[in-house]
């Protein structure tokens, strides 16, 4: 028998500065979803879909308080899956912990209960301004097989869908908010992922005017599953787990066995055994900021006397 699991990617707009009118509209839509598609297993919503803002808002405009997790409205989610006996992943939300704030993505299961937490370790620094996190996330769905979790420009640093392979991860869960040009290069970062990894990756992006859409559903050999359109749109698709065995076993599409090539020969990769820092390369770049301008005398990075006093 095979390992299957029946999956929803809503990709959906916010309503701006709204949490209780998206509330119930993900409420809805997993009602809607449950009485006409039962098999869907778990509902992956986008990245900060919760908090119906975007990173891009202007400074001294109007902006969602960050929540506790959990809180008021991790419980209301938490009764939505338990409601429906359903895997939830909310997209993300503004969390509060003290004085850091985290760009927060939480796992609640079936019986609704908090079963694991992700905090985006890499935002979009430097215009998101939150906290990284610190710790990588999986989780299990009995029966079935392990599941990881990022947030949209994590996807970005291979070393994070990497990491989650490692850890077991079957399939990466990827909720995010991408509205910019470079869209297009992360459908073709969510293919390279699923191929490096021989695994699925499920990228669930907003749309409206805070997301630019087009979602997509890569399965274990890099074959693009379903992508979506820039309108809402909910794609549901049968991920066989087994799939991921027999690409890991026998290879991406039967021929390079990558990951018994890594267990086999022992290769020195120095970025991960010395550090980023040692590189000269990296020494060299200027600080994280966006630019004020194009003008390379505008933006030149501060000399290395100034760097080091």
Known sequence: MSRLLGIAAIQMAPVPFDREATLKKIESVVAQMNATLSWVDLFCFPELVLDAL???????????????????????????????????????ISESDGSAIYNTAVVISPTGQIVARYRKMFPWHPLEICTPGDSFCVF????????????????????????????????????????????????????????????YFIDVNATGPYGGGRSILVDPDGRVLQQADQHETILTEILDLDRVTRARELGTLGLSQTWKA???NP???????????????????????????????????????HQDS
């Open 54 to 92: 975007t990173p891009f808002v202007p400074r001294g405009e109007k902006k969602l308080q960050p929540e506790t997790i959990p809180g008021v409205t991790t419980d209301r989610l938490c009764a939505l899956a338990a409601r429906h006996h359903k895997w939830l992943i909310p997209g993300s």
């Open 140 to 199: 299990d769905v009995p029966e079935v097989g392990r599941i990881g979790l990022c947030i949209c420009y994590d996807m970005w640093f291979p070393e994070v869908a990497r990491t989650l392979a490692w850890m077991g991860a079957e399939v990466i869960l990827h909720p995010s908010l991408t509205a910019t040009s470079d869209r297009s290069q992360e459908l073709i970062i969510s293919q390279a992922n699923a191929i490096f990894n021989q695994c």
């Open 267 to 305: 290769v020195y990769f120095p970025p991960y055994t010395e550090g980023i820092s040692a590189s000269a390369m990296v020494r060299a770049l200027g600080p994280m900021r966006y630019p004020d301008s194009l003008s390379p005398n505008n933006n030149a990075a501060p000399s290395t006397s």
């Open 262 to 264: 890594l267990r086999d």
